[in-house]
């Protein structure tokens, strides 16, 4: 397995540009296109407040990153990096444009067949 370390010592404002659209919004957070200052590449961050969440639940989360950062798989959401400050936990992936993927999906009352199915 390849290890990285994916903390940024900088913050997420040195190295990217945070769009003010916000593309989602969760019980922890929202997510946020970002543009790579000097790649001018275009990302997600997905921002977790701390105040929302316990200690517990980041480091959760950041042991989530370890592991999803170690994986290689065209259907597996790569994360690049991400970023810590005193308020906020930034994990920047790849922008998978398109949409939400359940949208457009009524799964009221749908079988366990018909969820397979969506699913492959």
Not at 20 to 42: C, F, N, P, Q
Not at 47 to 61: E, G, H, P, T
Not at 63 to 91: A, G, M
Request: aromatic letters at 10%; charged letters at 35%; hydrophobic letters at 35%.
């Amino acid at each position: 397995m390849k290890k990285h370390n994916l903390y940024n010592r900088l913050s997420i404002d040195e190295v990217y540009e945070v769009s003010k659209d916000i593309l989602g919004k969760g019980g922890y957070g929202e997510v946020r296109t970002i543009i790579h200052r000097s790649a001018r590449v275009e990302r997600v961050a997905k921002i977790i407040f701390k105040r929302r969440s316990n200690d517990k639940m980041l480091k959760r989360i950041k042991q989530e990153i370890k592991v999803l950062s170690q994986l290689d798989h065209p259907n597996i959401l790569k994360i690049y990096e991400y970023f810590e400050d005193n308020s906020r936990l930034y994990i920047i992936t790849e922008y998978l444009k398109g949409g939400e993927l359940l949208k457009g999906w009524n799964l009221k009352n749908k079988t366990e067949p018909d969820l397979v199915w969506i699913m492959k």
